[in-house]
């Protein structure tokens, strides 16, 4: 990636970005769905991504990378945003890894629909506010990462913009295997969270340390907590620490912070007896 983009200062879906390129190398076709990710590339000449990039349809990352992977050799990547993945794209998605296609999916979770001005998605997480949920999101976050599990494909692994090593090292891992790969990567957004742009890294770090993501790998069918996440599975720092810095949360009641930390436990459990 190029210097000079239109994201916001404090972006986490950009700085993942870099990463993932970083890791990919130049043998790369990218492919882009409407979000933020494909606004801040900038306006052709002058974008800032250094490598042939498709411009898609919101629900159509995966069914382009089916026909990109299918006529040529290099690393077919697809990055596109919650909504695109876990919402619309959904469908074009669940072919594309059940044809098991040899690409890497990535999704970069900032938990709405950024670029038209937060809108809840299906990963919202439970208590958030959004435009579209002004009193609280009522549903849990959407489990995408279960639906893509059931697909069987050779590599998924969860990660964080806020861990940039360990996400290079699963990009880097992922591409060594043929067939579909899948990262989910959690991109804290200081415009819709409602954080200050300088403690993007700090919420990131906070996400892992509380519990609120976790970070594993599920590599031919076996899960591992990745290191991050695994020395701190017993040790957490309280939920509230993560909650309070981001004003989508300033309205959340004691009984949804209790709903919240019932279903992280449930979702940590089912992760570690896996
Ligand atoms: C079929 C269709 N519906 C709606 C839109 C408008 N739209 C563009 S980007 C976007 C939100 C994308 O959300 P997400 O995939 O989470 O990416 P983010 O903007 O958060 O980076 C929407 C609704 C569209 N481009 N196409
Ligand atoms: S709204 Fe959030 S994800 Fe979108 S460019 Fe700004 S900081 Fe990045
Ligand atoms: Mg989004």
Redesign the pocket.
């Known amino acids: 990636m190029l210097r000079g983009n239109s994201a916001c200062p404090g972006c986490q879906?950009n700085l993942a970005l870099r990463h993932v390129l970083r890791a990919c190398g130049a043998d790369t076709i990218l492919i882009l769905?409407?979000?933020?990710?494909?606004?801040c590339q900038g306006i052709y000449p002058d974008t800032c991504i250094n490598v042939p990039v498709l411009n898609t349809?919101?629900?159509a990352g995966a069914s382009t990378a089916i026909g990109v992977a299918a006529s040529t050799d290099s690393n077919v990547v697809v990055y596109?945003?919650?909504?695109?993945?876990?919402?619309?794209?959904l469908a074009s998605l669940s072919f594309a890894l059940e044809y098991n296609t040899d690409f890497l999916y990535i999704c970069?979770?900032?938990?709405?629909?950024?670029?038209?001005g937060a809108?809840r998605?299906g990963?919202t997480p439970y208590g958030a506010r959004t435009t579209t949920t002004p009193g609280g999101k009522r549903q849990h976050k959407k489990d995408i990462d279960s639906i893509v599990c059931a697909h069987q494909i050779p590599y998924m692994a969860t990660a964080a913009a806020a861990y940039p090593d360990d996400l290079y090292r699963k990009v880097k891992k992922a591409l060594s295997y043929k067939g579909s790969k899948f990262i989910h990567v959690l991109?804290p957004?200081p415009t819709?969270w409602g954080f200050p742009q300088e403690k993007s890294a700090y919420i990131g770090k906070l996400a892992i340390k509380t519990g609120a993501w976790v970070l594993y790998e599920k590599d031919s069918g076996k899960i591992s907590i990745s290191l991050w996440s695994k020395n701190i599975l017993d040790k957490y720092l309280p939920l509230e620490d993560y909650l309070k810095a981001q004003s989508r949360f300033s309205g959340i009641s004691d009984k949804d912070i209790l709903e919240l930390k019932r279903n992280m436990n449930e979702s940590v459990k089912r992760l570690v007896q896996e």
């Open positions: 879906a769905t409407p979000g933020c990710s494909a606004a349809a919101f629900a596109a945003g919650d909504g695109a993945t876990a919402d619309i794209g970069y979770d900032n938990e709405a629909y950024g670029n038209t809108q998605s990963t991109t957004c819709l």
